[in-house]
């Protein structure tokens, strides 16, 4: 872990620069609105920390209500259980004995659970938590239309239920039903009648359930762009939301019911920069590339600036383009880049530093970068 980029008390000019900067403000709105979402609706929120990777930022959101994390490491859920965070799920398959005995470890200290989507998978977890004398929760993936993990919904996905329920060492838990490519669909009504096919499944595999005697007390999925769908569906009951807290410019390309921009949450998330030339007057160029923001979405934004474009990124520069009715950049002056998919811009960091009233008032350790395994 390189050294903190700034001090506590620090002004705003005196961060090193990039660094990975947390609006405290827009933040704590953004986990207060989730988390009255979450009691008006009576949904339950487990925030997913592969977003943030921090057990502080953790430990605020099950503060507000949150009933605990996900993940998708077992190094995350690691991270997690050391931070204090009581219960965990690995909303991922895991494979490979070592990582089971990882994960089984952790359940004598903490409430773990994981998902499956093979009978071998369910064997091996088995073995593995009767050797440690504990039990896992256990979740079935349905491919509710993502087309990544999952079994098919219904009679397959019972039968693999009755699996695990047989086996010592797991509990059924209930289904784990992510949509994850329906959350940057581009207009509200692609995302209803791709959360509304995703309920469908869902209800299809409730029956199947059903008819095997098998009690569902978990149906989890839902993402930043759907969580209204899946809680009104009446079948969801555990929301992952991850990029809420921060938000980033894909999530901002996304329509509202009205169609404008979606607005639900606050951009808290930025990385800030430093101007290092000004070649022409129409052209100023930043220290923060590929190494300190994500660029697969796109370039980031820059906020708080009219009429200038991030256009172009190498490893460690940022150039930008001012427009006509830009201001002018001077060598030394700071930019707040806001990145285009915040979840791998947080694993280039080893700092957040959370400031407010133009001061540092935080400094939180990303302890779980690069905990991919």
């Not at 490979?96 to 998902?115: Q, V």
């Not at 784990?176 to 096919?197: D, E, K, M, V």
């Amino acid at each position: 872990m390189h050294p903190q980029p700034a001090e506590i008390g620090a002004s705003i000019a005196d961060i090193e620069t990039p660094a990975l900067i947390v609006d405290l403000d827009a933040f704590e709105r953004n986990i207060a609105r989730m988390a009255e979402f979450s009691r008006t609706s009576g949904v339950r929120v487990r925030p997913h920390a592969k977003t943030h990777k921090s057990p502080a930022i953790a430990l605020r959101q099950i503060a507000q209500g949150a009933i605990g994390q996900c993940v998708q490491t077992v190094g995350e859920a690691e991270v997690l259980v050391r931070g204090g965070v009581p219960d965990v799920l690995v909303s991922n398959e895991v494979v490979g004995e070592r990582k089971l005995r990882r994960l089984a470890a952790l359940a004598r200290d903490a409430t773990i659970a994981l998902c499956f989507d093979s009978a071998g998978q369910v064997d091996a977890a088995s073995r593995v938590a009767q050797d440690f004398g504990v039990e896992l929760g256990a979740l079935v993936e349905i491919d509710v239309g993502m087309e990544r993990c999952g079994v098919p919904p219904g009679k397959a996905a019972a039968a693999l239920a009755r699996r695990i329920a047989d086996a010592p060492g797991l509990t059924f838990r209930g289904l784990q039903a992510y949509h994850g490519r329906a959350q940057h669909l581009p207009t509200y009504q692609q995302r209803a009648q791709a959360i509304a096919s995703a309920v469908d499944a869902v209800r299809e595999t409730l029956d199947a359930l059903k008819a095997e005697d098998l009690n569902c007390e978990i149906v989890a999925g839902a993402g930043t762009g759907t969580f209204a769908f899946e809680a009104d569906s009446g079948v969801y009951n555990e929301l992952q939301v991850g990029s809420y807290v921060f938000m980033d410019t894909d999530y901002a390309r996304i329509g509202n019911k009205d169609g404008g921009r979606y607005t639900a949450f606050e951009h808290s998330l930025f990385v800030l920069a430093t101007v290092i030339s000004t070649p022409t007057a129409d052209r100023a160029i930043v220290n923060a590339g590929l190494k300190s923001y994500s660029a697969e979405k796109g370039p980031p934004w820059v906020h708080g600036l009219d009429d200038i474009e991030v256009t172009n990124v190498s490893d460690e520069h940022g150039k930008l383009v001012l427009g006509p009715k830009a201001k002018r950049l001077s060598v030394g002056e700071q930019v707040w880049l806001i990145p285009g998919h915040c979840d791998p811009t947080v694993n280039l960091h080893d700092w957040y530093v959370g400031v407010r009233n133009g001061r540092v008032e935080a400094l939180w350790p990303i302890a779980a970068r690069g905990a991919s395994a």
